[in-house]
């Protein structure tokens, strides 16, 4: 009983982690990058009218602008890559969720020719800057000088600060869109439109169509090209990891059926006496199937039980660990927390498994012990 209460707890709690992995992507880095994007191979000014015609699209919920750099900041004596965003802050809140976890300032600080900039908490940490304090933006692009060929450099002003609890934290900034351009030396306007869709697996097949009906020369893009193998290695592991899960519990169930054998060979000659007083076979079927089955339903509620509280209080207290003593487990993944979400019909799946296997457990040792012959069991007796 005791294995199978481990097996089941273990099993819900190991899918709750590996769920809340799956949902924090979806939510929080899906939430964060382009989930579809259209761009041209030339400066779109006229971008206002071509997001006007990709909302139309039925699965669209959202469309912005965006035109992207790569660079590194500087500040404080550190240095560190960033991929920075030129946004419309009005638009980019229709598809991004960096306006919910702001902790200070707001992406509505962005404004043409203010050169503010928004950054991660991470980033900051890292960089040592905080709200209003300045920080260099270096490109990799040179400029000539009379001292020589010299890189690219602009000096923003911290106007905000993000903190999405995810690998952007680091590695992403936001500035105005038309900032973006002037660094870029290119007319005002957006390299393209990022979307929000209503089912973010959709993504491949609705960029596509827009682009087929857009004039011009379009090309799309979208999340399963950037974080679609991070995606798929979740659900592999999910799978991988139920499946050997659910042999600890099929393992389990299996020592139900050596305990009532043995149960079953202890009890020979009470059984052959319930059998001379009239016992029939079906009823020791019966008494052994219901033995086995109340185990089997106190091992299974008790592993539910167990796992109900581990899957719920797993993050709170890995995250104590953590604290106290100052580790970072998830340094190496793209949340920096163990998230965990605990679905009902997981659980109820693995109960009513349990209590299958359970079931099934009973029926060879229930069915050996009705075949006990009541001469010979008390023939030595």
Same mark, same amino acid.
């Given at each position: 009983?005791?294995?199978?209460?481990?097996?089941?707890?273990?099993?819900?709690?190991?899918?709750?982690?590996?769920?809340?992995?799956?949902?924090?992507?979806?939510?929080?880095?899906?939430?964060?990058?382009?989930?579809?994007?259209?761009?041209?191979?030339?400066?779109?000014?006229?971008?206002?009218?071509?997001?006007?015609?990709?909302?139309?699209?039925?699965?669209?919920?959202?469309?912005?602008?965006?035109?992207?750099?790569?660079?590194?900041?500087?500040?404080?004596?550190?240095?560190?890559?960033?991929?920075?965003?030129?946004?419309?802050?009005?638009?980019?809140?229709?598809?991004?969720?960096?306006?919910?976890?702001?902790?200070?300032?707001?992406?509505?600080?962005?404004?043409?020719?203010?050169?503010?900039?928004?950054?991660?908490?991470?980033?900051?940490?890292?960089?040592?800057?905080?709200?209003?304090?300045?920080?260099?933006?270096?490109?990799?692009?040179?400029?000539?000088?009379?001292?020589?060929?010299?890189?690219?450099?602009?000096?923003?002003?911290?106007?905000?600060?993000?903190?999405?609890?995810?690998?952007?934290?680091?590695?992403?900034?936001?500035?105005?869109?038309?900032?973006?351009?002037?660094?870029?030396?290119?007319? !005002?306007?957006?390299?393209?439109?990022?979307?929000?869709?209503?089912?973010?697996?959709?993504?491949?097949?609705?960029?596509?169509?827009?682009?087929?009906?857009?004039?011009?020369?379009?090309?799309?893009?979208?999340?399963?090209?950037?974080?679609?193998?991070?995606?798929?290695?979740?659900?592999?592991?999910?799978?991988?990891?139920?499946?050997?899960?659910?042999?600890?519990?099929?393992?389990?169930?299996?020592?139900?059926?050596?305990?009532?054998?043995?149960?079953?060979?202890?009890?020979?000659? !009470?059984?052959?006496?319930?059998?001379?007083?009239?016992?029939?076979?079906?009823?020791?079927?019966?008494?052994?199937?219901?033995?086995?089955?109340?185990?089997?339903?106190?091992?299974?509620?008790?592993?539910?039980?167990?796992?109900?509280?581990?899957?719920?209080?797993?993050?709170?207290?890995?995250?104590?660990?953590?604290?106290?003593?100052?580790?970072?487990?998830?340094?190496?993944?793209?949340?920096?927390?163990?998230?965990?979400?605990?679905?009902?019909?997981?659980?109820?799946?693995?109960?009513?498994?349990?209590?299958?296997?359970?079931?099934?457990?009973?029926?060879?040792?229930?069915?050996?012990?009705?075949?006990?012959?009541?001469?010979?069991?008390?023939?030595?007796?």
């Amino acid at each position: 009983m005791i294995g199978l209460t481990l097996g089941v707890a273990v099993l819900i709690t190991v899918l709750s982690v590996m769920n809340g992995f799956d949902r924090e992507l979806k939510n929080r880095v899906l939430g964060m990058i382009p989930q579809a994007t259209v761009s041209s191979t030339q400066i779109l000014t006229n971008w206002p009218e071509l997001a006007k015609q990709i909302e139309g699209h039925e699965h669209v919920q959202g469309v912005a602008p965006f035109t992207q750099l790569q660079g590194m900041l500087t500040a404080q004596g550190q240095v560190a890559g960033i991929m920075v965003s030129g946004i419309e802050p009005e638009y980019e809140k229709k598809v991004s969720i960096i306006q919910n976890h702001m902790v200070e300032g707001s992406i509505d600080s962005l404004k043409k020719g203010e050169f503010g900039i928004v950054l991660g908490k991470q980033m900051t940490d890292a960089m040592g800057v905080g709200l209003n304090d300045n920080i260099t933006l270096v490109l990799p692009e040179a400029t000539p000088s009379p001292a020589g060929v010299v890189p690219r450099f602009k000096r923003f002003k911290v106007v905000g600060i993000f903190s999405i609890g995810a690998e952007v934290d680091s590695m992403m900034g936001y500035i105005a869109l038309n900032d973006a351009s002037t660094l870029l030396r290119l007319p !005002d306007g957006a390299q393209g439109v990022r979307m929000k869709l209503d089912d973010i697996f959709l993504a491949p097949q609705v960029s596509q169509e827009i682009v087929r009906d857009l004039p011009g020369n379009f090309y799309a893009s979208d999340w399963t090209y950037t974080h679609g193998n991070l995606f798929s290695a979740i659900q592999m592991e999910k799978a991988m990891v139920s499946l050997l899960l659910f042999l600890i519990v099929l393992v389990a169930a299996f020592n139900i059926v050596s305990s009532l054998v043995m149960v079953v060979t202890d009890k020979k000659s !009470d059984i052959a006496i319930l059998r001379t007083l009239g016992a029939s076979p079906a009823t020791i079927t019966k008494i052994f199937m219901v033995q086995g089955t109340v185990i089997g339903v106190i091992g299974t509620c008790a592993g539910a039980i167990l796992g109900i509280i581990a899957a719920t209080s797993i993050s709170g207290f890995i995250g104590w660990l953590n604290n106290t003593l100052g580790l970072n487990m998830f340094d190496a993944y793209f949340i920096n927390y163990l998230p965990s979400y605990l679905r009902w019909q997981d659980v109820l799946v693995i109960v009513g498994l349990s209590l299958a296997l359970s079931f099934v457990a009973t029926i060879y040792p229930a069915l050996r012990a009705a075949k006990i012959q009541p001469a010979e069991a008390l023939r030595y007796e």
